[in-house]
């Protein structure tokens, strides 16, 4: 871990833009000192106690915007540092006026994440606490967010730094069978009990990582049928928006479009599809030859029928798992020929039975993986975490071989440096620099 940084930081912590209120958030030794020389204050901010907000008038606005001043001290701040955070009117003339003024006077521009970083690395948070900052900040379903939050309180790093005891234990059992060899047939079998829990216990997270997809990439649910069955009447009343062009003329859709929402806390890409139909139309044939690819790729697909016209053989063929059929257009009264099959009746018109379907939407996609907040959700855990089994089961084949205990515990610090690069006590500086350059400036 790299030393205390010295100097001191300043950002603006709001969004781009304006907005009703806009936050310039300074940290590092002079970050209060700044604060003050920029604000007129009834008293100084330097004897302001931690945690406490001051009212005062903006000295480079003609003392004309009233602002509040929030004071965070060392070491329990959310960077670890002095901090002061001056809230202002969202003005991003005013904004960018203030911070300019905060670098002049010594403070330097920060990073993307660089406060976050100096919580890192003051020992505020551990690295899975840091990156569950950036899933906060950019989860868009509930589940998301949960899990995000799950990580933010330390679930992860708890459960990572007990696994890592186990296995620094285990490693003190090999040490000890190789002082006394005579005893090395019982610690041997302690050693492979003990591998093979911590083995498990890794192999299960990895399986959850699995599972988390939904949590971390949402799913692809594609409408699949032919032309003018209200495919993309249907996308437009599940968007609740007109995003897909509806026409009268069949195979007026020749591309896919992509739009994602939450259905059910599940955030879900929907691809409306060309319509699916023999053609001479090279154009509408791409169409359709995408539409098979987006197909192959969809988790679920809606088959959508017109259900006010006789149904043709092809469109009552029964559907395998990974297909829902859709009877639409069911305001102007569904066909006879559809009651032998089962079907989601929806009018993209009226909005008629659209719940139901967004609800067996969301029961087909958690019936084989169920969001759990607690499942590993980053690609990074989730490669670390595979390191570590992988040295483990190298380790078991070892201790069977009777492998002296030293090449045994060569295996088993490499899964506690995999475990240990999870939490960021051995993760290289170039992997910090990856993942903090994700961060939005001023977090
Ligand atoms: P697509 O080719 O399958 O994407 O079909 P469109 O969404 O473009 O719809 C084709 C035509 O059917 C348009 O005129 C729509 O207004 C109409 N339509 C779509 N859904 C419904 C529905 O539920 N009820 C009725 N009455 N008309 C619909």
Known sequence: MSSYPQDTIVA????????????????????????????????????????????????????????????????????????????????????????????????????????????????????????AVVDLVSASTDVSLDAAYFQLRGGLKTRFVALNEELRQTRTLLEASLDFAEDAQIDTERVTERLHTTRQILRGLLTSYEDGKLIRSGARVALVGRPNVGKSSLMNALLGQDRAIVTE???????????????????????????????????????????????RDADLILFVVDGSEVASDDALEPLDTSRLRVVNKSDLGVHESWSSVEGFKTSARTGAGLDQLRAAISKKLTAESQPDIESITNERHAVCLERATDALGRAIGLVREGSPGEVISFEVEEAMRALGEIVGDTTPQEILNAIFSQFCIGK
């Open 12 to 131: 603006i912590a709001t969004p781009p833009g304006s907005g009703a209120v806009g936050i310039v958030r300074l940290s590092g030794p002079q970050a209060i000192p700044l604060a003050d020389q920029h604000v007129r204050l009834k008293r100084s901010l330097t004897d302001t106690k931690s945690n406490r907000v001051r009212f005062g008038r903006l000295l480079l606005s003609g003392e004309a915007d009233e602002v509040l001043v929030f004071v965070s001290r060392r070491p329990n701040s959310y960077t670890g540092e002095d901090t002061a955070e001056i809230q202002c009117h969202g003005s991003p003339a005013l904004l960018s006026r203030l911070t300019k003024a905060l670098e002049r006077a010594g403070a330097r521009a920060a990073e993307p994440g660089e406060f976050t970083r100096r919580a890192f690395l003051n020992g505020r948070v551990d690295l899975t606490q840091a990156e």
């Open 249 to 295: 003329i069949a195979g007026t859709t020749r591309d896919s479009i992509e739009e994602s929402i939450e259905i059910g806390g599940i955030q879900v890409v929907l691809t409306d599809t060309a319509g699916l139909r023999e053609t001479g139309d090279p154009v509408e044939q791409e169409g359709t030859r995408r539409t098979k690819l987006v197909a």
